[in-house]
């Protein structure tokens, strides 16, 4: 059995800073306020000349170094974003070009936050039929791009950057299983504007957050149900949950269903906010580089987002 396996992760963030306090002098709200409902304490920020391509390029040359490939190995580029600086054509043939790959294919996905768990099943397909056999699979989002800085609601929740892995082929093990969702019941529950209409320019966030929340919470505590009961595992055969970076109460609840105690969950909320596509792949990229998550390591991933489509995966780092 042939299985996709990341050898390689990377992740970019914009070097602009947005603390909680600095939205305290722009909007009504307050430090506290932020922290008690999300957890989020800052997030970084595309300035105006920092673009989603320069962020997915920059995390995919960190996994590729990682991963030790030449770039010419890569067979297929997925981006899993939501925010394109251009309707076409997509971020993963910019990242090609900036990447300098002659002859791969390449193309992005939408699945909102879930993205790149959405992408993960799409390469893990590739990998182990043999269509592809180095997969560069990147999240990158610039939710920024779209918040309404007017809404409190919104704009203190959402940071920008890019992560990325390298999926390769691999006789032993990797990707043991993944799970997609959708449901179009979110459609008007979670939405972004478009640059392209006509009339909501600029775009905006429009989310209804306790409805959202409620969904959530159920979705993700239903997924990591579904994936210990589909691998045959506990909670005891998780070493790392990597769950998608939207709301520490969320997390906590994912985490307390299966009964996993909060320090095999890898955090990175305080600091990115919800980084949406990105979120789960930075998190991975932080945990690597720091030493926690280390091959052989069985982690789990959890990502919901709007449509509403969520996803996870169980896997062998
Ligand atoms: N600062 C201070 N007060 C605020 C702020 C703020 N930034 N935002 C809202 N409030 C106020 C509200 O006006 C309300 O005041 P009121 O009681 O006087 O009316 C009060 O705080 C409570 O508001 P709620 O919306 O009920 O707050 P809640 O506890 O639900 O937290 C939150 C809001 C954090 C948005 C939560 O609902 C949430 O996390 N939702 C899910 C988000 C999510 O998971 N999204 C999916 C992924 S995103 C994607 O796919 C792009």
């Known amino acids: 059995?042939?299985?996709?396996?990341?050898?390689?992760?990377?992740?970019?963030?914009?070097?602009?800073?947005v603390s909680n306090f600095d939205l305290e002098k722009i909007i009504d709200t307050s430090h506290d306020w932020i922290v008690e409902r999300t957890g989020i304490e800052?997030?970084?920020?595309?300035?105006?000349?920092?673009?989603?391509?320069?962020?997915?390029?920059?995390?995919?040359?960190?996994?590729?170094?990682?991963?030790?490939?030449?770039?010419?190995?890569?067979?297929?580029?997925?981006?899993?974003?939501?925010?394109?600086?251009?309707?076409?054509?997509?971020?993963?043939?910019?990242?090609?070009?900036?990447?300098?790959?002659?002859?791969?294919?390449?193309?992005?996905?939408?699945?909102?936050?879930?993205?790149?768990?959405?992408?993960?099943?799409?390469?893990?397909?590739?990998?182990?039929?043999?269509?592809?056999?180095?997969?560069?699979?990147?999240?990158?989002?610039?939710?920024?791009?779209?918040?309404?800085?007017?809404?409190?609601?919104?704009?203190?929740?959402?940071?920008?950057?890019?992560?990325?892995a390298i999926l390769s082929a691999d006789e032993e093990t990797g990707v043991l299983s993944t799970h997609m969702h959708s449901d179009g019941v979110g459609t008007n529950l979670l939405y972004a504007t478009s640059s392209l209409s006509e009339t909501d320019n600029p775009p905006k966030i429009r989310m209804r957050g306790n409805e959202v929340?409620?969904?959530?919470?159920?979705?993700?505590?239903?997924?990591?149900?579904?994936?210990?009961?589909?691998?045959?595992?506990?909670?005891?055969?998780?070493?790392?949950?990597?769950?998608?970076?939207?709301?520490l109460r969320i997390i906590k609840a994912a985490a307390d269903r299966i009964g996993l105690p909060m320090d095999r969950v890898i955090l990175t909320i305080q600091d990115h906010g919800n980084t949406s596509a990105a979120s789960i792949p930075m998190a991975l990229d932080v945990a690597v580089r720091d030493g926690r998550i280390k091959k052989g390591h069985r982690l789990l991933f959890d990502a919901f987002g709007a449509g509403f489509a969520w996803a996870s995966s169980y896997l062998v780092f």
Not at 218 to 244: C, G, M, Y
């Open 1 to 17: 059995m042939t299985y996709a396996r990341i050898i390689g992760t990377g992740s970019a963030l914009p070097e602009k800073v």
């Open 42 to 164: 800052r997030r970084h920020i595309c300035d105006s000349d920092e673009t989603i391509s320069m962020l997915a390029t920059k995390a995919a040359r960190n996994a590729i170094e990682m991963a030790g490939i030449d770039p010419e190995d890569i067979d297929l580029i997925i981006v899993g974003t939501a925010t394109p600086e251009l309707a076409f054509p997509s971020t993963a043939c910019m990242v090609q070009r900036e990447l300098g790959i002659q002859n791969c294919i390449a193309f992005d996905i939408n699945a909102a936050c879930s993205g790149f768990v959405y992408g993960l099943g799409i390469a893990k397909q590739w990998i182990e039929s043999g269509t592809a056999k180095h997969v560069l699979l990147i999240g990158a989002d610039t939710l920024s791009r779209v918040v309404d800085w007017n809404d409190r609601a919104t704009c203190v929740l959402f940071g920008d950057g890019a992560g990325a």
């Open 213 to 247: 929340y409620k969904f959530a919470v159920r979705s993700l505590s239903d997924l990591v149900a579904e994936e210990l009961k589909e691998n045959n595992i506990t909670q005891a055969d998780i070493d790392w949950f990597v769950p998608h970076q939207a709301n």
